[in-house]
């Protein structure tokens, strides 16, 4: 394991900082932003810019890695960046109220032109640079965008196939030209060279953009972004300054975040938490934002920047783990020993420590020392060394993840939230940081819970409607401003933290009145490396029972070590050493469920590991891997009527479908298992 | 027949004069005739395949161009001059360069190291300023860092940029093949079989680096490729070998229609 960072370029300035005054402007700027309720004329991004521009002149705002070094904008260099491309839309013809698609991976030109979109009055629609054509053409033809800033060939290509259905768009400027030269450019145009046309028309146009930024309010329209939405089409969430700022200036405060933070965007462009985070925040705050040098560039170029502000979902983290313990099984046998050592300590006090809880002197020490050898380089490995605030969201992530980067002093987090409330709905404060809870609700957030368990929140972040579609608009949010998240779950009376059990649609209620949340007990039992699918019943009966898939991968690895061989899938499924495993996961989880009072009764009775995968190909999952609970209820009833009947075997014949096409069929005799309860009246278990 | 008019093509590319030109090349090892009297021109600016069945002596005919062999009978002219006997590292100082079939890259030095080996042609600085990294020496390295992260960038392999070749996988060691050849900025690219082994993703990515290359450089190239879609849609002109003779000529259109070229591809009874 290496034992240092460079950042060359950088630990020059990080240092240079520490005895320079430069401090001195953030300081005053907290304070501005505390004292100011009505953010002191902020009302704006573009507003923001420049007082950013006068505030932190010589700050960087952003950085790049660009032919393999970081280069980087200050903030002074931003604001004429920003305002050479706002003459330029001019110059073009863009006009109030218009919608320019921006489309590409993170990059500084593009946050600059949201910005320079905003200056000119437009609203910049943020989309996936990965979505489908279609997906594209429904984006920019339901909003009538007549401009899109995008980044190279492919994009271009892309939107060239779609513009004859798209009869008012009109003008493409794209950031890399290569490959580009032969195309017609009488609608295509270069970024750098619309910069180069605004400040030739600097004054023609410069009254107009100082009119047009004057006359942006609190209330007009700062971003527009089309959530992806499981069923039917993407919905334009329109969301105002005011919702931008006031999140953002609450979530800085939440977490007194400062000008001199220090984060990694990339993280779609088109999802809300990088708007908060990379403009909202970021523009509030004054703080920089560093761009990698391609996707797959992000982990060498985390571990350079090193983000003090850091946001990642679930999968990310998980990544860096598997990979960190792959590492260490290579290792030599000195330092496996040590970091075997040092991270059992840290598991047994490191979150403690974290969260300012008391812990012996002698343990500190040990902590301490772990640090020096362990903890400590293993967190500059990971780019992780200097988070002070880290957030994991968008899916529950697993408890033994969370813990293991809480143990080693990184204060990860969890935080709730949704477009729609422009992120924030509950955020967990420091100390009290749990992996089960996402939190209390975030500043100025108010939230109610209906009687089937769904949440409703109403907040400055509130969005202000979906664009064209006032029934979804009014479906959501009701004339009183609380919207519904459509998630079931509950506050815990003692710590006043929110816990999401399930989507409300899928909540139900078991036989005897209490609830049934299939997917609060999925997660649990997927949560286990060898556990990859799980689908749960008992909505309307008297006890729970569940359908398992293993992971092929993590169980064969298994097999393959303790010689347990096998020839296909299925029959490793059926192998009675798995099936073991299996139960004994199901008995831990339903011990832990078993705590809840409330789903109790949703504890796993009797379970059967299915004899083959559950497959987008046979209609029983969506593409994006979410289960079809009704399609494999219904292809599957012979099982689910056998794990009630309590038959101890069943033979089944199941149709597959192949990846060519072709239909075939697999018959199986599964072995059905009883696993224990814990009974909630006395606490006893009970088979 | 060396001084043509340039011309535009239909995407907009324009292919100036013949810059190559083998004239009644005959090479043979021993008693085996390899070539037998190929003449062919290189146009500047253009994409010139050479295909034919295995053994037809496109590889041979690669290696006169790049100077590893020198032919028994005839004469390469390049740049309206014709070419003495040359050493294959004074053909690439004339500004050729290549890559080969069977990769020849050095495996345990990063990818970074061995694009910079590309560039080593244009370093001179003294032996003594290398060594303590002052005056000529820093300054040349930083120049070529500059250009080597430019084809980095253009190739797309940041990502691997200080992972040593060795545990790259097949179609990124070509990448990086066809990294090292670019960044000696040649003015004629030989590119050996540069899809062979390759997907089909990775042919549609290499098919698109040759074209920007192209494109963007200027770079005139020959190639020889076995798959036949990949030839037939990149190139403006094919040479068609077949048991070392230049059986066809021209156009892919031109080609793909001429007679000899079908029977050499399908088979003909031999009488």
């Known amino acids: 394991m290496t034992h240092s960072v460079k950042h060359a370029p950088y630990e020059v300035r990080e240092s240079f900082r520490r005895f320079w005054p430069v401090e001195a402007g953030s300081r005053e700027d907290k304070n501005l932003g505390q004292s100011s309720q009505a953010t002191g004329g902020l009302v704006s991004v573009p507003a923001l810019l420049q007082r950013n521009a006068t505030l932190y002149a010589e700050k960087a705002a952003y950085r790049e890695k660009e032919f393999g070094i970081w280069q980087s ?32 991976r993170n990059r500084p030109y593009f946050y600059q032109s949201m910005v320079a979109v905003q200056s000119v009055g437009a609203v910049p629609v943020p989309v996936y640079n990965d979505s489908a054509a279609e997906e594209m053409e429904y984006i920019l033809g339901h909003c009538g965008a007549r401009f899109a800033i995008v980044e190279d060939q492919e994009q271009v290509d892309k939107i060239i196939d779609i513009q ?16 580009m030269r032969k195309y017609d450019h009488h609608s295509l145009h270069q970024y750098s060279h619309v910069q180069d046309q605004g400040r030739a028309a600097y004054d023609e146009f410069i009254t107009d953009l100082q ?36 999140s953002a200036k609450n979530a800085s405060e939440f977490d007194t975040l400062t000008a001199d933070e220090e ?34 560039t992000m982990m060498t170029d985390l571990r350079e920047i090193g983000p003090t502000y850091f946001f990642a979902p679930p999968r990310v983290f998980e990544t860096q783990l598997t990979s960190v313990m792959i590492r260490m099984e290579d290792a030599s046998k000195f330092k496996r020993k040590m970091f075997q050592r040092y991270m059992a300590h840290a598991k047994k006090v490191g979150g403690d420590i974290l969260d300012g809880k008391p812990v012996s002197a002698m343990d500190r020490l040990k902590y301490k ?34 813990d293991f980067y809480r143990s080693l002093g990184i204060n990860l987090k969890q935080l709730y939230g949704q ?7 509950t955020v967990q404060p420091d100390g009290e940081v749990r992996a089960d809870t996402v939190g209390v609700p975030a500043p100025d957030v108010e939230i109610k819970i209906a009687d089937n368990g769904e949440i409703f929140y109403r907040s400055p972040g509130t969005f202000v409607e979906y664009y064209k579609n006032p029934e979804s608009t009014a479906s959501t949010k009701d004339a009183e401003g609380w919207v519904a998240t459509g998630d079931a779950g509950f506050f815990e009376e003692k710590s006043g933290h929110l816990r999401i059990i399930d989507r409300a649609k899928d909540v139900g209620k078991m036989a005897d009145g209490s609830m049934f949340a299939p997917k609060y007990v999925e997660n649990k039992l997927k949560f286990y490396p060898d556990i990859l699918e799980v689908v749960l019943f008992g909505n309307g009966k008297d006890r729970c029972v569940a359908f398992i898939n293993i992971d092929l991968t993590a169980v064969g690895n298994w097999a393959e070590r303790n010689n347990i061989a096998y020839a296909s899938y299925q029959e490793l499924a059926g192998h009675p050493r798995v099936l073991d495993t299996i139960q004994e996961h199901v008995e831990t989880v339903n011990k832990s469920v078993a705590e809840d009072p409330m789903l109790s009764g949703c504890q796993v009775h009797r379970f059967l590991v299915l004899h083959k995968e559950l497959d987008a190909d046979d209609g029983e999952m969506t593409r994006t891997r979410k289960v079809r609970r ?31 096409g072709r239909k075939g069929s697999i018959s199986a005799t599964l072995e059905l298992r009883d696993a224990a309860v814990v009974s909630t009246a006395n606490k006893v278990a009970a088979e | 027949m060396s001084t043509q008019e340039s011309y535009v093509t239909d995407d907009g590319r324009t292919i100036g004069p013949t810059v190559m030109e083998m004239k009644n090349i005959t090479l043979r090892f021993g008693g085996v005739k390899a070539i037998t009297d190929i003449s062919f021109d290189i146009r500047e600016g253009e994409i010139r395949a050479i295909i034919g069945p295995n053994g037809a002596g496109k590889s041979s005919m690669l290696n006169v161009i790049s100077g590893f062999y020198v032919p028994q009978e005839g004469e390469v002219w390049y740049k309206g001059k014709k070419r003495p006997p040359m050493r294959p590292y004074q053909v690439a100082e004339q500004g050729i360069a290549r890559t080969f079939q069977n990769i020849a890259l050095f495996e345990g030095m990063t990818v970074l190291d061995n694009v910079m080996t590309g ?41 691997i940029r200080k992972t040593p070749v060795g545990r790259l996988p097949y179609g990124l060691k070509k990448r990086v093949e066809l990294a090292r050849a670019l960044a000696a900025e040649p003015s004629i690219l030989l590119l050996d079989e540069p899809m062979a082994g390759m997907n089909v993703e990775e042919k549609e990515d290499m098919s698109r680096f040759i074209l920007d290359m192209n494109d963007e450089f200027g770079t005139t190239i020959a190639l020889i490729e076995h798959d036949m879609g990949v030839v037939m849609d990149l190139s403006d002109r094919v040479v068609v070998m077949d048991y070392g003779k230049k059986i066809g000529d021209g156009t892919p259109d031109e080609v793909r229609n001429n007679q000899a070229v079908i029977d050499a591809y399908l088979g003909v009874a031999h009488d």
Request: hydrophobic residues 40%; aromatic residues 10%.
């Open chain 1, 263 to 296: 984060i990694l965007s990339y993280l779609p462009m088109a999802w809300v938490g990088d708007f908060i985070f990379s403009v909202g925040q970021a523009y509030w705050c004054g703080f920089c934002v560093n761009c990698p040098e391609s996707p797959e």
């Open chain 2, 119 to 159: 560039r080593l042609r244009k370093m001179n600085a003294s032996l003594i300023s290398q060594a303590i990294w002052r005056g000529k020496a820093e300054k040349e390295e930083i120049e070529n860092r500059e250009a080597v992260e430019k084809i980095i960038d253009f190739l797309e392999i940041q990502a």
């Open chain 1, 211 to 246: 009119a047009r930024r004057e006359k942006l309010d609190y209330d007009s329209t700062c971003v527009m972004l089309y959530t992806s939405g499981t069923t039917g089409r993407p919905k334009g969430v329109v969301l105002s300054n005011r919702n931008i700022i006031e």
């Open chain 1, 369 to 402: 020392l772990g640090n020096f050898f362990v903890y400590g380089p293993l967190k500059d490995t990971l780019g992780l060394g200097r988070v002070r605030v880290g957030y994991t969201a968008g899916e529950a992530i697993g408890p033994e993840i969370f």
């Open chain 1, 419 to 425: 477009t729609e409330a422009t992120v924030f709905i």
């Open chain 1, 73 to 104: 904008w200050t903030w002074a260099e931003t604001e004429k960046e920003v305002e050479a491309l706002a003459l330029g839309l001019i110059n073009l013809g863009v006009n109030e109220g218009d919608f320019i698609a921006i489309i590409g």
């Open chain 1, 164 to 179: 004859e259905h798209l009869h008012q768009f009109e003008h493409m400027i794209y950031i890399d030209p290569r490959g």
């Open chain 1, 630 to 660: 009704v399609v494999v209820a219904d292809k599957f009833k012979d099982l689910v009527d056998a794990l009630y009947d309590g038959s101890s075997e069943v033979s089944t014949v199941t149709e597959v479908t192949y990846e060519d």
